[in-house]
């Protein structure tokens, strides 16, 4: 800690004042937009109708946030330093538009809002209002890679920025509300995993306003000397700036910000120097009034300092004439008529005191990462193909060849520096450990030398914590790179939330001009569901992927490989892809392999399609379509045809496989949508579809309800039936194996029942000799675990 | 911090030595489970044939979960406590079955897994075996209330098992690997909201063992100096044990835990005779080696005190004459001759040092938490019923009156401390207030005079983060409690994994006849996406209950009611059911009341119900359903009548409301689900069906697309359209909006659009009135917000 109680007297006078004065103009800005419609200047006494009839924003956290931007700006001009400003209290929208306003990016952005009175009154009024802006930070205010509307996920996103930006600094505002998160709290390790050699630098400051919606904070009625060790305990090095007399908070504030980038100096000048030392960051812990500069009271009761400061402290002011009153003379203690000109404009005294050009935080370009994103450097997946001389000859292990995809792409990007992988310590688990040939997993605490594939300088980034590994991924992304996240599927469910917030980021920044592309969020979810046999039912959960069909058509991709191959060229696919999130499930075990280079390409591109190969009906008219997606559910629908071949070799069986999962939608739903006679051309108009999906079995029910033939439509998948036993037992349960997949396709086929007697009972019999088998042995049936496709291609 | 390099010697030679063969005894078994099939004892040499053909379980966390186990026995016989094992480290499983089995309860519990040698055989057989038992700790596993397969919750589970339970100790072991998670790392802040007068005690054991599954843990490889600041921050006092010797780990932790209950007695006796201080609870930070005792190299490679003990040390014992020889070297290394008797039982001496009774941690009751369940006792709701002349004559806030209802919930249970309720700093804001009318909000940290409802005695539990509140309330019940999470409906999200979780919980629990059912985790998710128009499109999302609905039908409930009235029925009934989730969603905004409380009755019972009173086709068949689900949807719904009833006089429209949303699913697929003449008694066999439905539309087609009449439904839902706007316009914005819905009843009867020309005109013109409007003013038109249902009942 420094001592900041000592007399401090970085700034002089002059700059104080300029200081002081900046940031009245934000309060004041902020304050206009919650309030008012027109006036904005305040030229003329203010009465109700200058006011809005709906107050809708946050001004508690607002003084504080504009409070770290001035003096943000200070530090930048002082040092000629690359910030961008993480605003984890997204609440504060008022305060980050007002300063992007101020340094003149705003109007950059968008002109109509211009630096005039004009401009002046259309920023008043746009803020939450119809057809304006939303009351938070968000994709629309420049600057910004973080919305803040759920909290949490701040110092990750900041983290995620600084990756591979060795000159970048986040400063990452955190509010005593977030810092209560799960999500936040997990997040203070990332330092762990922070090279200051090549990567940036991460400043949190930790703003103890004290008080939440209604309560207050739990940080914020801490003693200094617990919030000290408790950072100090995570490797940090916390300043303190404590107090609310604008005037000493000023030299404080300055102080500290000087003594934290001297520190970030020390500490990246030593470490590219190749100095190992024992890193302790900095951090500042901000203790400033929640609504300061605000109403002290309103209506006898305790406001500035309190959390009836959160929202809009005086709430009333159309139909309550104090309240008018103590918003005029609110508003006035900023002297607006000393901080802007008679057009409106910024005094220039105060516009000097904003960095220029991208040095601004408004424009950084890192903010709009889509703008500096390179696309990467593929290498060629035919190349890693599996060899598969006819279907289902030879076995692989789908993600290991993945693997080898992806290792190639980090060697070839490797001096790039724009491409990593994240995972909650399941690289290798997941059998993507090829990459481990070109790099290592992130570590910067001690190693042992024991140790394997583990160091500073690695670009698979391991934590035991998905948040984390997506938070870090989406702050990666926004400032313009690449990445993949490989997770077991049932515990993707863990970031759930973090998914749907960055499908919102990006549905809206889609439809903004300004906000250049970026790449799209890939996840790989494998140890799936139906190979969780030996884990139980705790990690059986293929239902991530119901979520992500909520999301907008034009956002969301859903892919189910079925072999290597596929996988291969989803991969390739989705790597190059932008504004997008892409899930693709694949299995991580020994598997029977399908489709040979070529017609994997042709299949994928198609994203649905016969397996003429597979079926019997060839050409023709099926009598019964076995469709299926995912690979398990292949393999079981394939063994299943197997037998119905072997046992009615009359039936004219068609197989499809649908590797793009959004095919299954009408094309006026989804762009990959199938039109109508594609769709019907696959499925049929009226036979019965025996369909064995990966996932929730009403999914499908969900995508093709509109489709012709979906009353034929019977669909089998996880219902929600598991424990720890035999992968083929897995499927037994949720009757989505080869037996119930034959015993259904002859129940639904009209009239074959009763000719089909005989082989209805053996399949029975088959259950009850895997059932006894398994109970016995502890393992699956050698023909079970040998069956191979026996038909040459 | 204890020193613990002192010399120990807090057990006597002979305890120490009973404690160690204790503590081999269950290591003995663990691997047992593990590894065989046959030949329990090693009566004879070890044979291929004894081992289990696939080896699935974890047993790098188990010693140390043994170790800590048969330490808390002998505090249990020694000081008389009641304590409950929460294992974090749910791999262990091996670990907390081989613990209760040697108690006697495991047998006790599952008369055919006795102890006796074909008792031994069985339990090892039956570990991770098809038709036996999970390889985790589960609800299968006596004295377990914590699965411990998705990581986070151990510490937030063990709070809401202590929380009203103040002779309670939770012994709460956090894996290495747990602790990186973010859900763990924000619930040591727990402490803030425990009062020691009247709740029990939580002591947490940080167990650092170093690594993961192939890496190791930032707090495994961090000092202990930097560990114990971290700790110490946060309230804590922590006590390091750390080494390898067994016999100088044995007098450590024996030390270790007399000092930390000696510190808990302390801090209870004190705070119960009512003398204030600040607490600084004990907690253990156990550092053991990974897999410890077992293998110490495994083909040359390090695998005790390393990730490559994490499963199972010896992977190829069958395949490998090695491997074999090494698993009987570990396996002999316990001496079992000296453990068990030639009859497999435990000899006396040992089976004399595990508690007795129900002070066992494998049967205390709190464990089996439905065991101590007592039923609420209820207010009458009826006398909490808003006034309702007829339908659409008053407005009200159906949360608000909710809240009355709570609050006599809080008030009748108040001296049986059995009803708390949860929210991340949401109560007021969610409009239950009332309820500060009995009780505060719990708060351990400094209290200001100027704070509102708090307080240390407080049975409404806020704190920002809602993985708190599930975890907590999840403890709360699995201790046979009651209590209601109230959240943000967007927000909820937040906790999706947990639910899941939850949800397999209860799925697996309730097919245990000796687990009795506890208190259903009921939801009240609200501030909902129609009335997030004020924070925009980060806060609006609706899609958690199509996560509920891939849930076991048995296991979950989806509720929409449309006023107050029906919501006061839904929460009645809700409070008064078992082994269920059920989920409640209603807005806390003034709005139209429909039911009277006898017709509210009525149709809550039903789930679903057509309101001749708001159709005009009465009893008749209609020429249009106008179907909605949830309180907007609803009066949207209504206005849409109106209009149309204005404009169309002649139009024979069928209003029906759902209120369980699974009275829309077949009845062979849900309990609630309506058989099918019921269901088309509803919505007709042919007619259109314009649906009007809270959440994403897909839902509704999920639910329905087996009804006869399904292809007829045109459902209107949230779109994933949505900013900071007025509330109408975010109904516009989705096209669920009464213009909308009319227009769409116009377009759907077949022949109307023709004849009624005028009144699409006038409903266009109306959405660009109401887009100008605005725009312009930044309000609902007063014609919006000033609708009222015109006609009388």
Redesign the interface.
């Known amino acids: 800690m420094v001592d900041l109680n000592a007399e401090l007297k970085v700034l002089s006078d002059a700059e104080l004042s300029l200081i002081h004065r900046y940031w009245q103009a934000a309060n004041y800005l902020s304050v206009g937009q919650i309030y008012l419609?027109d006036n904005p200047l305040l030229k003329i006494p203010l009465t109700r109708d200058h006011v809005?009839?709906?107050l809708?924003g946050h001004w508690g956290t607002t003084p504080g946030l504009n409070f770290i931007y001035v003096h943000m700006n200070r530090i930048i001009n002082a040092r000629d330093e690359n910030v961008l400003y993480v605003c984890g209290p997204?609440h504060g929208g008022p305060g980050m538009v007002a300063n992007t306003y101020l340094e003149g990016v705003y109007s950059e952005v968008y002109p109509d809002v211009s630096e005039t009175e004009a401009g002046l009154e259309k920023l008043f009024?746009q803020f939450?209002?119809?057809?304006?802006?939303?009351?938070?930070a968000?994709p629309e205010t420049p600057g910004s890679i973080h919305?803040?509307?759920?909290?949490?996920y701040a110092i990750l996103h900041a983290f995620g920025a600084v990756f591979d930006n060795p000159d970048l600094v986040a400063a990452c505002v955190v509010g005593d509300?977030?810092a209560?998160?799960?999500?936040?709290?997990?997040?203070?390790?990332s330092i762990?995993f922070l090279n200051p050699a090549r990567d940036g630098a991460v400043l949190p400051i930790l703003h103890l306003n004290g008080y939440?919606?209604?309560?207050?904070?739990?940080l914020g009625?801490?003693d200094d000397a617990?919030?000290?060790?408790?950072?100090?305990?995570?490797?940090y090095w916390p300043i303190f700036v404590c107090g609310e007399d604008p005037q000493l908070m000023h030299q404080a504030m300055a102080a500290a910000l000087d003594k934290a980038f001297d520190e970030i100096a020390g500490i990246r000048k030593s470490a590219r120097a190749g100095q190992a030392s024992s890193v302790r960051w900095p951090m500042i812990v901000l203790r400033s009034p929640k609504g300061w500069t605000g109403p002290r009271e309103v209506d006898g009761k305790?406001v500035e300092g309190?959390w009836r400061s959160h929202q809009v402290p005086l709430s009333n002011v159309r139909g309550n004439a104090d309240h008018l009153q103590q918003l005029e003379t609110w508003m006035r203690s900023y002297r607006p008529s000393e901080l802007f000109d008679g057009n409106g404009q910024l005094i220039e005294e105060l516009r000097a005191l904003a960095p220029k050009g991208d040095k601004r935080m408004g424009a950084i370009p890192v903010a709009n990462g889509g703008q500096l994103r390179k696309e990467l450097v593929m290498p060629d997946y035919r190349a890693l193909a599996v060899d598969i001389a006819s279907p289902g000859a030879v076995e692989a292990e789908s993600t290991r060849v993945m693997g080898y995809l992806l290792r190639e792409v980090a060697r070839l990007n490797a001096e790039t520096a724009n491409f990593r992988l994240f995972g909650p310590?399941?690289?290798?688990?997941n059998r993507l450990d090829a990459v481990f040939d070109v790099t290592e997993?992130a570590?910067m605490?001690?190693c042992?030398p024991?140790?394997?594939h583990?160091g500073p300088d690695g670009r698979v980034m391991?934590?035991?914590?998905?948040?984390?590994c997506q938070g870090w991924l989406e702050g990666y992304l926004l400032s313009g790179r690449h990445g993949l996240f490989s997770c077991y599927e049932?515990?993707i469910?863990?970031v759930?939330?973090m998914f749907?917030?960055h499908a919102?980021w990006l549905?809206?920044s889609r439809e903004l001009e300004w906000r250049a592309p970026i790449s799209s969020l890939n996840y790989l979810l494998t140890s799936h569901v139906w190979r969780q046999d030996?884990?139980?039912?705790?990690?059986q959960?293929p239902?991530f992927v119901?979520?992500v069909?909520?999301?907008?058509a034009d956002i969301v991709r859903i892919y189910l490989p079925p072999d290597a191959n596929t996988l291969l060229w989803v991969t390739d696919h989705c790597l190059r892809t932008y504004d997008r999130i892409n899930v693709i499930v694949a299995g991580k075990q020994p598997a029977p392999q399908w489709l040979a280079m070529d017609a994997a390409v042709e299949h994928c591109e198609a994203g649905a399609g016969i397996w003429d190969w597979a079926g019997t009906a060839k050409g023709n008219e099926p009598d019964v379509v076995m469709a299926c997606a995912g690979d398990v559910p292949t393999m079981e629908t394939l063994a299943a045809v197997d037998i119905l071949r072997r046992e009615l070799p009359d039936l004219a069986i068609r197989v499809v496989n649908v590797v793009d999962l959004m095919t299954l939608q009408p094309d006026t739903e989804h762009p990959h949508g199938l039109p109508k006679q594609q769709f019907d051309a696959l499925f049929t108009n009226d036979k019965p579809v025996i369909f064995a999906y990966h996932g929730?079995p009403?999914?499908i029910?969900?995508l093709t309800?509109a489709r012709t033939n979906?009353a034929n439509m019977h669909v089998r998948g996880f219902k929600?039936e598991g424990?720890?036993?035999?992968p083929f037992?897995m499927a037994v349960m949720n009757e989505l194996d080869r037996y119930h997949l034959a015993l259904e396709a002859i129940r639904r086929v009209p009239g074959l029942a009763d000719k089909a007697g005989h082989v209805v009972q053996q399949l029975h019999d088959k259950l009850a000799e895997h059932h006894r088998y398994?109970?016995e042995?502890?393992?699956d049936m050698p023909e079970i675990t040998g069956w191979r496709w026996p038909y040459p291609a």
Chains 1, 2 share one sequence.
Request: negative net charge.
């Open positions: 419609l809005k009839p709906r809708l997204g009024r939450s209002f119809p057809g304006g802006i939303p009351s938070h968000a919305e803040g509307g759920e909290l949490g509300g977030e209560e998160t799960g999500p936040l709290s997990g997040s203070w390790q762990k939440k919606i209604a309560n207050p904070t739990v009625r801490m617990d919030i000290a060790k408790i950072f100090s305990g995570y490797g305790k309190f310590d399941e690289t290798a688990s997993r570590w605490e001690k042992e024991y140790d394997v583990l391991e934590v035991l914590s998905e948040h984390c049932a515990f469910h863990i759930d939330s749907n917030q919102k549905k809206v030996h884990n139980g039912f705790s990690h959960d239902g119901d979520l069909a909520n999301k907008k929730y009403y999914l029910h969900r309800y979906h929600e424990t720890t036993t035999t037992d398994t109970r042995y502890g393992e």
